[in-house]
């Protein structure tokens, strides 16, 4: 299910046709299928002109989103909603701790406890998906899975509405692509995610494809560039394309790309200060959180962001002993990181999963797929500060206030990143689909 977005080609002769002509210089092919990063701004560019136009548009408050996604369904009883006066065979192992405004949450959340104050809860997030793969389309689409259509992620929308920014890639998931619900759906692929291809946690850790191939050195891939030209040239006066002439943007943003120092020093991670790195935690969580926050600040506009593996069907204690903590020292250091660098009330960040756990413990110690009522957190980007929306019953079984769908979700997203979500975007042999269909704007979360 990993998605490979760029890699080299190979090369042949430039003069025999015009298709030889695009391989004669593939700058970063998307693998398996066969697009070349050119062709994969020109396909962005043709396909945007399909969009209808927004009836309205809405300023943004947030510029930039993290979006921190827990996928196996993390339990809320042991995260965001803890019951600290159930019984133990509903409240858990664990003693929930209180935070700085009052709230409880899991007692593996002590750093996040400290943060309360600057981020929002959601306890009461609902749909009727059991299944790990409907319940991850429900969150990474806000719509509800469908046989006849597959809907684009939120990157991708937000790649096809606001294009990318500073040479950069408007939509990166870190590490890899786990689901193809992270894909582009019905949109060409030219809006799916780029994904790094290795992990920021591994000591040799590196980004594919936003350098030259490793055989060609930078005096090697400037001569490509100027024998390009002179093909470009060649074309212009024997064939006199307009389509060669219109192709030229494409393969000069590709060049950008590829040899833009700002693009390659935003994956720097060793640019970070060694005390900083360490603050967020030697590890998966730590040193992932650390890099979305890079390229946010670098001008990525959404970085999608994978950790751990939340499906605890048994010993929910030990499971969450050993995830939990990086997870909960992670994510309380880039909230409090953002905040210092005056970054948190333009970037959104969402923390979310497919679906919550039973609220009552089985008989081997865990708990089951839950998607009745489960909590998500968001925080900057023009949410509420120190603020929790809904409420789950007394045992965390059902909503029993202000029950939050994916689609409300996603509606309120994007309102916050200043995209209509009722615009309908025309694809070819695709009739006009909403952004967000139904829903309704939480404007209580908003600040």
């Known amino acids: 299910m990993k998605m490979h977005p760029l890699c080299s080609g190979n090369h042949r002769n430039p003069f025999a046709t015009s298709q030889s002509r695009r391989d004669f210089l593939h700058v970063g092919a998307l693998a398996g299928l066969g697009i070349t990063l050119p062709e994969m701004l020109k396909l ?3 396909e945007q002109t399909l969009a209808m136009p927004a009836v309205e ?3 943004p408050v947030a510029t930039s989103i993290i979006h921190i996604y827990l996928p196996g369904g993390m339990a809320q009883h042991e995260s965001w909603d803890p019951k600290p006066f159930a019984s133990p065979d509903y409240r858990g192992p664990f003693n929930p701790v209180k935070g700085v405004t009052g709230e409880y949450v899991g007692e593996k959340f ?8 600057k981020i929002t809860m959601i306890r009461s997030v609902t749909h009727g998906e059991a299944a790990h793969e409907r319940g991850t389309h429900n969150m990474f689409t806000g719509y509800r899975p469908s046989p006849a259509i597959k809907f684009p992620s939120f990157g991708s929308i937000i790649s096809h509405e606001q294009g990318s920014r500073n040479n950069l890639p408007p939509y990166v998931v870190v590490p890899s692509v786990f689901a193809p619900e992270q894909g582009s759906g019905y949109m060409s692929s030219a809006f799916g995610p780029f ?3 290795s992990d920021p ?7 594919r494809d936003l350098a030259a191939p490793k055989d060609i050195d930078q005096k090697r891939f400037d001569r490509r560039r100027s024998l390009l030209s002179s093909v470009d040239e060649h074309f212009r006066t024997t064939e006199k394309s307009d389509g060669l002439a219109a192709m030229d943007k494409f393969y000069t943003a590709a060049y ?3 040899s833009s120092q700002q693009a390659r ?8 200060p060694a005390k900083l790195r360490d603050e967020y935690g030697r590890n998966a969580a730590g040193q992932r959180f650390l890099l979305a926050r890079r390229l946010v600040e670098a001008g990525v506009r959404m970085v999608s962001v994978n950790y751990g593996g939340w499906d605890h069907h048994s010993n929910i204690k030990g499971s969450f002993e050993s995830q939990a903590p990086q997870f909960d020292t992670a994510f309380a250091r880039l909230i409090r990181d953002l905040d210092e660098r005056g970054m948190l009330d333009t970037t959104l960040v969402l923390v979310s999963s497919e679906f919550g756990r039973t609220p009552k413990i089985n008989s081997t110690n865990g708990r089951d797929h839950y998607p009745r009522v489960f909590s998500v957190a968001m925080a900057g980007g023009g949410v509420k500060k120190g603020f929790v929306y809904g409420k789950s019953d007394a045992l965390g079984g059902e909503p029993d206030e202000d029950p939050v769908g994916p689609e409300d979700l996603a509606r309120t997203m994007y309102r916050l990143l200043g995209i209509n979500a009722s615009k309908r975007i025309v694809v070819e042999n695709v009739r006009p689909v ?3 269909n139904g829903g309704r704007l939480i404007n209580e979360l908003i600040a």
């Open 44 to 46: 962005q560019a043709a």
């Open 265 to 272: 020093e935003a994956f720097n991670l060793a640019a970070e």
């Open 110 to 117: 002590a750093n996040i406890a400290k943060i309360l104050d």
């Open 57 to 59: 548009s809405y300023k």
């Open 201 to 207: 946690a591994d000591g040799n850790f590196t980004v």
């Open 434 to 436: 909403d952004i967000v």
């Open 256 to 258: 950008n790309l590829i």
């Open 195 to 197: 994904a790094l291809g």
